[in-house]
């Protein structure tokens, strides 16, 4: 249920960000071990629910994580099968800023201009605050630009300052170099019809001026990238090298409450984790009021795409039909709050977030209905990639025909997008590169749309078909 942005408290509040930080809700810092977290009791209803087979959607389940927190403000969460269907769709189409998760935008157009030159030594030059020049989260200011001001760096340093460090100088550069009207139109080649940017990101809402995107529209930038519809092979690999990534701990804990509701062992959890993996970029924003920041608007947003393994397909007669090696799923996901009054001051620079917590229950419970969603969110598709493991291929994997060389190309006579067919391992490979290392599957190739010149399967349209990993 769609919660407004209205509140009389909001009203006050300045087109002025102060404390603009970059959230680490899921930077994965100094958590506790696998299995270290308890469950809050909301979330482990929801975890019992699904345990017991209640009837409930994913997308319910993540809504009842964040409407049984957030009083006012408004939130909202996307999951989808990265060419596959959408599993969560919670508000996913209502227009909000996000913060510094749109420099994924920035971070994409930048990639597809400059990916040749981003080793290139002092290729990159950016403005910093001559009064604090090692603050990176401020509105960058006009008057910052100037030469006496500038840090000349290489391009993939400054595409890491942006996307790990969240820093809004850099994010300001990259706009002044590509100019805003070229991030928007890439933006919407792309299909992101409700996102453009406006507003220099970490300025807030200065002059009543927002970034707009939508949690669907967060979620396609991350499919696009993943099909290889967007950036070419290398420039994609490069996307998901420098981005934050790794496994936070609350999505960690779902792998082990699934897994042991499924009756897995230790060892099957180990090895699901070591394959598990999410990147992201994070947002955030505390909208302070005119003359003081004694309450604030709160706002946090996160989009990225996570890997699950699964179990290699079989066919009808239980025959492998995919290397074990080779199967993955992605899921592309975006999640966000915005409007949120906390009638407190902002958290400190060196303050904890429990010191924060415990003089600000507002702001504790909104921190929870972030964390409740996250872990719902993806709960629903891990469990799925679990089950997976369920099925046992009896039958040998085909092998296909001496002497005959298979030619991947997509139907309609286009070729696969980004992929060297010596790359493609079939089923019955070794599935080994020229380093005997294994190899990893070419992200985001749905199955069904991928045909083998020379193969004797047919689909149902008579066209003749080969079976890949997903």
Request: proline residues 7%.
């Amino acid at each position: 249920m769609f919660r407004p942005t209205v509140s009389l408290a909001l009203a006050t509040l300045a087109a002025a960000a102060t404390g603009c930080f970059d959230s680490a809700l899921s930077e994965g810092i100094n958590e506790p071990p696998i299995g270290g977290q308890a469950q809050s009791p909301q979330t482990q209803g929801l975890h019992q629910n699904l345990q017991a087979g209640v009837t409930q959607t994913d997308s319910q389940r993540v809504e009842e994580a964040f409407s049984s927190r957030i009083g006012n403000g408004s939130f909202g969460a996307r999951v989808k099968r990265v060419g596959g269907p959408v599993t969560v769709s919670v508000n996913d189409q209502n227009v909000f800023d996000p913060a510094s998760a749109l420099k994924v935008a920035h971070y994409t157009h930048a990639l597809g201009e400059d990916f040749n030159s981003l080793a290139a030594p002092a290729a990159f030059s950016y403005p910093v605050d001559p009064q604090n020049p090692n603050s990176t989260t401020p509105c960058p200011d006009d008057a910052w630009l100037v030469n006496t001001n500038t840090v000349n760096t290489s391009i993939a340093n400054a595409l890491v300052l942006m996307m790990q460090n969240s820093d809004n100088r850099v994010t300001r550069a990259f706009e002044d170099r590509y100019d805003r009207a070229n991030i928007n139109a890439t933006m919407a080649q792309m299909g992101m019809s409700q996102s453009s940017l406006h507003q220099f990101i970490g300025c807030g809402y200065a002059n009543g001026i927002r970034n707009r995107t939508t949690a669907r529209d967060l979620a396609l930038l991350y499919e696009k990238v993943a099909l290889g519809s967007v950036l070419g092979p290398a420039p994609r690999q490069t996307f998901f090298a420098l981005i934050s990534q790794g496994l936070p701990q609350r999505v960690r804990q779902v792998i082990l409450d699934e897994a042991a509701d499924l009756g897995k062992g230790q060892a099957f959890v180990a090895d699901f984790v070591n394959k598990t993996r999410l990147y992201w970029k994070s947002g955030s924003y505390n909208i302070c009021g005119v003359n003081s920041c004694n309450g604030y608007e709160y706002v946090r947003s996160q989009a990225g795409l996570m890997t699950l393994p699964v179990k290699p397909q079989c066919n009808a007669n239980l025959a492998l039909v995919q290397a074990p090696e080779a199967a993955s799923r992605q899921i592309a996901y975006a999640r966000y709050i915005t409007g949120l009054y906390i009638p407190c001051t902002p958290q400190g620079s060196n303050e904890t977030r429990a010191a924060a917590e415990a003089r600000c229950p507002q702001l504790a419970v909104a921190n929870a209905a972030l964390d409740a969603a996250e872990s719902e969110m993806v709960r629903g598709e891990i469990r799925a990639a679990i089950k997976t493991w369920d099925v046992t291929c009896t039958g040998a994997a085909p092998e296909p025909p001496r002497g005959l060389r298979l030619r991947p190309i997509v139907r309609g006579g286009r070729s696969l997008p980004g992929i060297d067919p010596d790359e493609i391992d079939f089923a019955g490979s070794d599935n080994q590169d020229n380093n005997d290392s294994p190899r990893a599957p070419a992200p985001g190739i749905d199955p069904d749309e991928i045909d083998f010149v020379g193969s004797d399967r047919q689909d149902e349209s008579g066209s003749p078909r080969a079976s890949v990993a997903e």
